[in-house]
Protein backbone atom coordinates (compact mmCIF):
# COMPACT_ATOMS: atom_id res chain seq x y z
CA UNK A 1 0.00 0.00 0.00
CA UNK A 2 2.95 2.30 0.74
CA UNK A 3 4.46 3.80 -2.34
CA UNK A 4 7.36 5.53 -2.14
CA UNK A 5 6.98 9.09 -1.61
CA UNK A 6 9.88 10.11 -3.69
CA UNK A 7 8.43 8.34 -6.73
CA UNK A 8 5.68 11.26 -6.75
CA UNK A 9 7.79 13.81 -8.45
CA UNK A 10 9.14 11.48 -10.73
CA UNK A 11 5.89 10.39 -11.89
CA UNK A 12 4.92 13.86 -12.12
CA UNK A 13 7.93 14.13 -14.47
CA UNK A 14 6.75 11.77 -16.58
CA UNK A 15 2.58 11.69 -16.61
CA UNK A 16 2.13 14.68 -14.82
CA UNK A 17 0.09 13.07 -12.10
CA UNK A 18 0.83 10.90 -8.69
CA UNK A 19 -0.04 9.89 -5.96
CA UNK A 20 0.80 7.97 -2.50
CA UNK A 21 -0.66 6.51 0.78
CA UNK A 22 0.53 5.78 4.01
CA UNK A 23 -1.01 3.45 6.81
CA UNK A 24 2.36 2.36 8.71
CA UNK A 25 1.81 1.86 12.65
CA UNK A 26 3.84 4.26 14.92
CA UNK A 27 3.96 1.58 17.36
CA UNK A 28 5.80 -0.69 15.12
CA UNK A 29 8.39 2.12 14.27
CA UNK A 30 9.25 2.53 18.01
CA UNK A 31 9.51 -0.94 18.40
CA UNK A 32 12.55 -0.41 16.72
CA UNK A 33 14.02 1.55 19.40
CA UNK A 34 14.27 -2.34 20.74
CA UNK A 35 17.51 -2.58 19.21
CA UNK A 36 20.57 -1.46 21.17
CA UNK A 37 22.10 0.93 18.67
CA UNK A 38 18.94 3.26 19.59
CA UNK A 39 19.41 3.10 23.01
CA UNK A 40 18.01 6.35 25.08
CA UNK A 41 19.98 8.47 26.92
CA UNK A 42 23.14 8.24 25.00
CA UNK A 43 24.74 11.42 23.08
CA UNK A 44 24.80 15.02 24.16
CA UNK A 45 21.71 17.50 26.02
CA UNK A 46 20.28 18.53 21.86
CA UNK A 47 21.24 14.82 21.26
CA UNK A 48 18.64 13.48 23.39
CA UNK A 49 16.08 16.19 22.98
CA UNK A 50 15.73 15.13 19.39
CA UNK A 51 15.60 11.59 20.04
CA UNK A 52 12.80 12.40 22.29
CA UNK A 53 10.94 14.69 19.69
CA UNK A 54 11.18 11.83 16.95
CA UNK A 55 9.61 9.35 19.03
CA UNK A 56 6.86 11.69 20.07
CA UNK A 57 6.84 12.32 16.59
CA UNK A 58 6.66 9.12 14.95
CA UNK A 59 4.09 8.42 18.20
CA UNK A 60 0.42 8.60 15.92
CA UNK A 61 -1.56 5.42 14.69
CA UNK A 62 -3.77 5.78 11.25
CA UNK A 63 -7.55 5.46 12.47
CA UNK A 64 -9.15 5.07 8.85
CA UNK A 65 -13.39 4.67 8.60
CA UNK A 66 -15.29 5.02 6.01
CA UNK A 67 -18.03 6.30 5.24
CA UNK A 68 -16.38 9.91 7.37
CA UNK A 69 -16.29 13.72 6.54
CA UNK A 70 -13.76 14.42 4.92
CA UNK A 71 -12.97 18.28 4.53
CA UNK A 72 -11.83 20.22 1.46
CA UNK A 73 -8.81 22.96 2.55
CA UNK A 74 -8.06 25.00 -0.07
CA UNK A 75 -4.99 26.94 0.01
CA UNK A 76 -3.94 29.78 -2.57
CA UNK A 77 -0.95 32.47 -1.60
CA UNK A 78 -0.45 31.26 1.98
CA UNK A 79 -3.62 31.59 2.72
CA UNK A 80 -6.64 29.22 3.56
CA UNK A 81 -9.24 30.23 1.12
CA UNK A 82 -12.84 29.70 -0.14
CA UNK A 83 -13.01 27.11 -2.83
CA UNK A 84 -14.61 29.00 -5.86
CA UNK A 85 -17.34 27.53 -7.67
CA UNK A 86 -15.40 26.46 -10.76
CA UNK A 87 -13.62 23.63 -8.11
CA UNK A 88 -16.22 22.99 -6.35
CA UNK A 89 -17.93 21.49 -9.71
CA UNK A 90 -14.60 19.00 -10.04
CA UNK A 91 -14.87 17.90 -5.84
CA UNK A 92 -18.93 17.55 -6.14
CA UNK A 93 -18.20 15.31 -9.18
CA UNK A 94 -15.50 12.98 -7.16
CA UNK A 95 -17.96 12.80 -4.36
CA UNK A 96 -20.45 11.71 -6.13
CA UNK A 97 -18.43 9.20 -7.98
CA UNK A 98 -17.43 7.80 -4.52
CA UNK A 99 -20.17 8.30 -2.36
CA UNK A 100 -22.15 6.76 -0.65
CA UNK A 101 -19.66 4.36 1.13
CA UNK A 102 -16.61 7.02 1.38
CA UNK A 103 -18.95 9.34 2.80
CA UNK A 104 -18.92 13.48 1.95
CA UNK A 105 -16.43 16.11 1.60
CA UNK A 106 -17.10 19.14 3.07
CA UNK A 107 -15.32 22.71 2.50
CA UNK A 108 -13.10 24.27 5.57
CA UNK A 109 -14.38 27.14 6.22
CA UNK A 110 -11.95 30.08 6.79
CA UNK A 111 -14.32 31.89 8.73
CA UNK A 112 -14.41 29.24 11.07
CA UNK A 113 -10.89 28.48 11.10
CA UNK A 114 -10.48 31.99 11.80
CA UNK A 115 -12.73 32.33 15.06
CA UNK A 116 -10.45 29.11 16.41
CA UNK A 117 -7.04 30.50 15.95
CA UNK A 118 -5.79 31.95 18.89
CA UNK A 119 -3.35 34.33 17.21
CA UNK A 120 -5.72 35.21 14.36
CA UNK A 121 -6.24 39.06 16.09
CA UNK A 122 -2.60 39.41 15.08
CA UNK A 123 -2.12 41.79 11.89
CA UNK A 124 1.56 41.41 12.40
CA UNK A 125 1.27 37.53 12.00
CA UNK A 126 3.05 35.59 9.00
CA UNK A 127 1.83 31.98 9.33
CA UNK A 128 4.52 29.86 8.88
CA UNK A 129 3.42 26.03 6.69
CA UNK A 130 3.25 24.25 10.19
CA UNK A 131 1.05 27.69 11.35
CA UNK A 132 -1.09 26.80 8.36
CA UNK A 133 -1.85 22.97 8.97
CA UNK A 134 -2.55 24.08 12.48
CA UNK A 135 -5.23 26.47 11.39
CA UNK A 136 -6.70 24.10 9.49
CA UNK A 137 -7.31 21.05 11.73
CA UNK A 138 -8.70 23.66 14.34
CA UNK A 139 -11.24 24.93 11.74
CA UNK A 140 -11.79 21.27 10.52
CA UNK A 141 -12.30 20.32 14.05
CA UNK A 142 -14.86 22.71 14.76
CA UNK A 143 -17.01 21.42 11.75
CA UNK A 144 -16.69 17.85 13.11
CA UNK A 145 -14.69 16.65 9.96
CA UNK A 146 -12.54 13.04 10.59
CA UNK A 147 -10.14 14.09 7.74
CA UNK A 148 -9.11 17.25 5.48
CA UNK A 149 -7.17 17.08 2.58
CA UNK A 150 -5.55 20.21 1.73
CA UNK A 151 -4.91 21.24 -1.63
CA UNK A 152 -2.57 23.75 -3.08
CA UNK A 153 -2.48 25.51 -6.45
CA UNK A 154 -0.42 27.60 -8.42
CA UNK A 155 -0.58 28.87 -12.23
CA UNK A 156 2.68 30.46 -13.46
CA UNK A 157 3.32 31.89 -17.25
CA UNK A 158 6.61 32.49 -19.11
CA UNK A 159 7.01 34.21 -23.07
CA UNK A 160 9.32 33.11 -25.59
CA UNK A 161 9.63 34.74 -28.98
CA UNK A 162 9.59 32.88 -32.31
CA UNK A 163 10.70 34.20 -35.96
CA UNK A 164 7.95 36.92 -36.24
CA UNK A 165 9.02 38.87 -32.90
CA UNK A 166 11.36 41.30 -35.19
CA UNK A 167 7.66 42.68 -36.30
CA UNK A 168 7.29 43.79 -32.41
CA UNK A 169 9.06 47.00 -33.61
CA UNK A 170 6.97 48.00 -35.69
CA UNK A 171 3.28 49.42 -34.57
CA UNK A 172 1.24 46.83 -37.37
CA UNK A 173 3.18 44.08 -36.70
CA UNK A 174 2.94 44.49 -32.56
CA UNK A 175 -0.77 43.99 -32.48
CA UNK A 176 -1.16 41.84 -35.63
CA UNK A 177 1.68 39.22 -36.04
CA UNK A 178 1.54 36.14 -33.35
CA UNK A 179 5.39 36.86 -32.45
CA UNK A 180 5.18 35.01 -28.66
CA UNK A 181 4.26 31.71 -27.58
CA UNK A 182 3.15 31.87 -24.17
CA UNK A 183 4.03 28.52 -21.82
CA UNK A 184 1.55 27.76 -19.07
CA UNK A 185 1.87 25.80 -16.36
CA UNK A 186 -0.65 24.88 -13.45
CA UNK A 187 0.38 22.47 -10.62
CA UNK A 188 -1.90 20.88 -7.65
CA UNK A 189 -0.50 19.30 -4.52
CA UNK A 190 -2.65 17.67 -2.24
CA UNK A 191 -2.07 15.96 1.35
CA UNK A 192 -4.69 14.02 3.51
CA UNK A 193 -4.68 13.87 7.43
CA UNK A 194 -6.07 13.22 9.97
CA UNK A 195 -7.93 15.87 11.74
CA UNK A 196 -7.84 14.40 15.39
CA UNK A 197 -3.88 13.78 15.50
CA UNK A 198 -2.25 14.99 12.13
CA UNK A 199 -1.03 11.63 10.78
CA UNK A 200 -0.84 11.85 6.80
CA UNK A 201 -2.81 9.32 5.04
CA UNK A 202 -1.71 9.94 1.47
CA UNK A 203 -0.34 12.48 -1.09
CA UNK A 204 -1.74 13.70 -4.54
CA UNK A 205 -0.11 16.09 -7.26
CA UNK A 206 -1.31 17.01 -10.71
CA UNK A 207 0.56 19.55 -13.13
CA UNK A 208 -0.59 20.91 -16.36
CA UNK A 209 1.43 22.45 -18.92
CA UNK A 210 -0.35 24.47 -22.13
CA UNK A 211 1.70 26.29 -24.67
CA UNK A 212 -0.33 29.14 -27.23
CA UNK A 213 1.03 31.55 -30.13
CA UNK A 214 -0.20 35.60 -29.07
CA UNK A 215 0.33 38.89 -30.38
CA UNK A 216 3.50 40.77 -28.26
CA UNK A 217 0.58 43.32 -27.10
CA UNK A 218 -1.57 40.51 -25.76
CA UNK A 219 0.51 37.94 -24.35
CA UNK A 220 0.53 39.07 -20.79
CA UNK A 221 -3.56 38.90 -20.92
CA UNK A 222 -3.28 36.13 -22.46
CA UNK A 223 -0.56 35.07 -19.76
CA UNK A 224 -2.22 35.80 -16.92
CA UNK A 225 -5.80 34.06 -17.86
CA UNK A 226 -4.38 30.96 -18.99
CA UNK A 227 -2.62 30.59 -16.07
CA UNK A 228 -5.91 31.01 -13.63
CA UNK A 229 -7.64 28.69 -16.67
CA UNK A 230 -4.75 26.04 -15.95
CA UNK A 231 -5.35 25.88 -12.47
CA UNK A 232 -8.97 24.64 -12.86
CA UNK A 233 -7.59 22.19 -15.16
CA UNK A 234 -5.11 21.30 -12.69
CA UNK A 235 -7.92 20.51 -9.99
CA UNK A 236 -9.91 18.42 -12.44
CA UNK A 237 -6.67 16.22 -12.99
CA UNK A 238 -5.69 16.28 -9.14
CA UNK A 239 -9.36 15.00 -8.26
CA UNK A 240 -8.71 11.67 -10.22
CA UNK A 241 -5.84 11.13 -8.43
CA UNK A 242 -7.16 11.62 -5.03
CA UNK A 243 -10.21 9.19 -6.01
CA UNK A 244 -7.00 6.68 -6.53
CA UNK A 245 -6.03 7.84 -2.96
CA UNK A 246 -9.29 7.75 -1.26
CA UNK A 247 -9.65 4.12 -3.08
CA UNK A 248 -6.45 2.86 -1.88
CA UNK A 249 -7.06 4.11 1.54
CA UNK A 250 -11.03 2.44 1.83
CA UNK A 251 -9.22 -0.87 0.73
CA UNK A 252 -6.54 -0.70 3.57
CA UNK A 253 -9.26 0.24 6.04
CA UNK A 254 -11.37 -2.43 4.61
CA UNK A 255 -8.61 -4.88 5.39
CA UNK A 256 -7.48 -3.68 8.27
CA UNK A 257 -11.01 -4.07 10.03
CA UNK A 258 -11.06 -7.91 8.44
CA UNK A 259 -7.84 -8.72 10.36
CA UNK A 260 -9.35 -7.78 13.66
CA UNK A 261 -12.68 -9.40 13.17
CA UNK A 262 -10.71 -12.35 12.71
CA UNK A 263 -8.63 -11.80 15.45
CA UNK A 264 -11.39 -11.79 18.04
CA UNK A 265 -12.12 -15.16 19.85
Known sequence: M?????????????????????????????????????????GTDAAQALDAEIRAIAAVEPSLHFPARIGLARLEARQLTTVPPEELVHWGALADGLAPD???????????????????HDPRRMPTPADLIADIRRGAARQHLDYVLVYELSGAFTQTSNAF????????????????????????????????????YGTAAA??????????????????????????EAVADLTGEVEAMVRDLQSAALAEASLREGARP
Open 207 to 232: VVEDAQLSRGSTAWERGQAGAERIKI
Open 165 to 200: SAADVTILGFFLLPSREVQIRGAANALLLDVRNGYP
Open 102 to 120: VGEFVPVSPLIAAMVDPQA
Open 2 to 42: LRVLGLIWAGLALAGCAYGTQTTSGADFLAGYDDPAYAAGA
